[in-house]
């Protein structure tokens, strides 16, 4: 499966001028290496202009839907849509999309755990469903999204149900840079699976945010990585037998005892 990742400049505040430089991002992709994937990161539409969302989130998929579906259908190509401010009737979400090449919406997530470091809190609401999965061309997946992979114990059932492809969607400050490049390692070693991490790369108010987009194999090696910083594009082919040959050879599916651990729905105790 070839990938084309889209490392992005948000312009913060104006989904409209973010909708037109994805489609003519979209179309060069398809022009040039006709990937069959496409990623976007994070809150694509408005940024993290949070206290202004009011005006200018999506309005219940209203109007992202409908972009990515037809560009989707346009160009044959699925869509792992990032994820953008979205409203909905009891507060704003941070949603992702994914659209298949018949540009059907065939999976939605609202970013579950919200980042008190950038006031998500305060501004949105977060979501009350399991992350879940999805198939593309055949192939199950998951996507997740940006302070959510802090938290292994939601893409856990992603590798326990058989995905092959985990998507981190981000929009990831360059303060804690080492936090993203070594837990995105863990995870793709911890699961057996492929990691595509897609962060942007421009700044909001006094955050600026990392680039270093990277896709990590099942083994753990790092296939690819953006440039810091800066907007970019990466293109990336999978070997997706090498996630069957990492959980044969170091078989950690078969060697757990799941009945001996903790659960992991107590509460904290300092
Ligand atoms: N957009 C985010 O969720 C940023 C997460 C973050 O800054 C962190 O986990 O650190």
């Known amino acids: 499966m070839k990938y084309a990742l889209y490392q992005m400049n948000v312009h913060v505040a104006n989904p409209e001028k973010n909708r037109e ?29 949070l206290d202004q969302l ?15 579906s ?15 401010a979205n409203k909905k009737e009891d507060g704003i979400y941070n949603s992702s999309f994914v659209l298949n090449r018949e540009g059907e919406v065939i999976h939605r997530y ?13 501004y949105l609401e977060g979501g009350r469903n399991k992350a879940g999965h999805f198939e593309l061309d055949g192939v199950k997946m998951g996507v997740v999204i940006c302070y959510d ?16 492809v985990i998507h981190i969607v981000a929009q990831w400050p360059s303060a804690r840079i080492e936090h993203w490049k070594y837990l995105l390692h863990a995870r ?12 942007s790369s421009g700044s909001c108010k006094e ?25 970019a594009s990466l293109h990336v082919t999978l070997q997706l037998e090498k996630v069957t040959e990492t959980r044969k050879s170091i078989p950690i599916f078969t060697s757990r005892v ?10 904290f105790h300092a």
């Open 21 to 49: 430089k994805i489609a003519s991002w979209i179309e060069k992709q398809m022009m040039e290496t006709k990937p069959d994937t496409i990623v976007l990161p994070e809150m694509w539409n408005t940024g993290y202009a």
């Open 54 to 68: 009011e005006p200018i989130a999506d309005q219940n998929g209203k109007a992202t839907i409908p972009f990515l």
């Open 70 to 84: 037809n560009l989707a259908k346009e160009f044959s190509v699925n869509i792992v849509g990032g994820s953008v």
């Open 110 to 122: 609202d970013k579950i755990h919200l980042v008190p470091m950038l006031d998500e809190p305060k």
């Open 149 to 164: 992979l802090r938290f292994p114990e939601l893409l856990r059932p992603l590798a326990l149900n058989g995905a092959k």
């Open 188 to 199: 793709a070693i911890e699961n057996q699976c492929y990691i595509i991490a897609v962060n």
């Open 207 to 231: 955050t600026q945010f990392a680039g270093e987009s990277l896709v990590i194999d099942p083994a753990g090696k790092l296939v690819t990585s953006g440039p810091s910083e800066k907007e």
């Open 258 to 267: 799941p009945h001996l651990y903790e659960s992991v729905k107590g509460d």
